[in-house]
């Protein structure tokens, strides 16, 4: 290739945004609440390209896309709905693309969520989030190293033992409608579900942007899965 038309194709890269260019590439969506930093350089490391965005174009051309978050239910969902993400939410699920969501991202996923009154979810998994109980001298929020049960094959846990230890943050838990979509359970005074599995979607409770190796194995196999 002569150096002009090498010039060309630099400058078409250059006039075309990110959505006209998007390959294999990860988009990170960004309502304004979420740990965004740590789980683009989780995908860093392990050699998968990703973007953080809120550009519905971007997230619509997309080959992966990942919900994160923390904070309050209520306060997310306001601001993913002032930010007009939410029908490019349900149009990334309805595509089938991979869709991942992490802690928050897992539980806005849900119809309702009873943190601090009734909220409406994005109600893409029939269920609601539920407080845990307090009791058996178990502190709320569950908060650090607890282990995991994988009930059933998923492709983002190949390579990961059953019983690895995640990292958790949270007060609520999700309920689904339907417990076959549970792919793992958790115990913290009693059995609740710490990941999901239906189709194209993946969620899960614990951060595994923050859970070391057997986190980077998790997120290494997301960008590399193909539904």
Not at 125 to 148: D, S, T, Y
Request: hydrophobic content about 40%; glycine content about 12%; proline content about 6%.
């Amino acid at each position: 290739m002569s150096f002009a038309s090498g010039r060309i194709v630099l400058v078409a890269v250059l006039l075309h945004p990110f959505h006209e260019w998007t390959g294999s590439m990860i988009a990170i969506i960004d309502y304004g609440m979420g740990n965004l930093r740590s789980v683009s350089k989780a995908f860093e490391a392990v050699g998968h390209q990703a973007v953080v965005t809120r550009d519905p174009r971007v997230i619509g051309n997309a080959s992966h896309v990942v919900l994160p978050g923390v904070g309050a239910f209520g306060d997310c969902m306001a601001n993913v709905e002032r930010s007009g993400l939410v029908e490019p939410i349900r149009t990334a699920i309805q595509s089938g693309k991979p869709f991942l969501g992490i802690c928050l991202g897992l539980q806005l996923l849900f119809e309702e969520s009873e943190e601090f009154g009734t909220h409406k979810g994005l109600g893409m998994i029939p269920g609601k989030v539920r407080r845990f109980a307090p009791g058996q001298g178990l502190k709320v929020p569950h908060m650090g190293w607890n282990n995991v049960t994988i009930e059933r094959p998923c492709p983002l846990f190949e390579g990961i033992p059953d019983g690895s230890y995640w990292y958790f943050v949270h007060s609520f838990y999700v309920d689904p409608s339907d417990k076959t979509v549970a792919a793992t359970t958790t115990d913290y005074g009693a059995t609740f579900v710490s990941s999901i599995w239906r189709d194209n979607v993946m969620a899960c409770q614990f951060h595994p942007e923050k859970s070391q190796a057997v986190g980077l194995q998790l997120i290494k196999n997301f960008g590399s899965w193909h539904t």
